[in-house]
């Protein structure tokens, strides 16, 4: 066979693949594209907005009933709360050096 027919079938060969990559691609982003327009229909309702407005309250309000909760037991127990935060710092230096050994 002679190289230019080898170079053409070589070609024709990476041309194909590209075809189905850029397929697969348009398959993807059309699929995408619909979730997201059905996302955008189930929020776009009055009723949704009010739902996530209340569970964005909720969430505020149980945030702020955890972080109280936490102070007052931290001054109670301020010995136990130093020993937790001493704990779980060694445990992230732990976990990062043994990540860190990982990578090198």
């Known amino acids: 066979m002679s190289r230019q027919a080898d170079i053409e079938r070589r ?20 699929d995408w594209l619909s979730r997201g327009r059905r996302a955008v229909g189930r ?7 009010k739902r996530i407005a209340r569970r964005a309250e909720d969430l505020a309000d149980e945030a702020n009933y955890q972080y109280r909760r936490l102070r007052r037991h931290a001054g ?19 976990l990062y050096r043994a990540l860190r050994r990982d990578e090198e």
């Open 11 to 30: 070609l024709d060969h990476l041309g194909n693949r590209v075809r189905e990559y850029a397929d697969g691609a348009v398959d993807t982003a059309d």
């Open 43 to 49: 929020f776009s309702r009055s009723d949704a907005r």
């Open 76 to 94: 109670r127990h301020p010995v136990a709360t130093a020993a937790i935060v001493a704990g779980t710092v060694g445990a992230l230096f732990l």
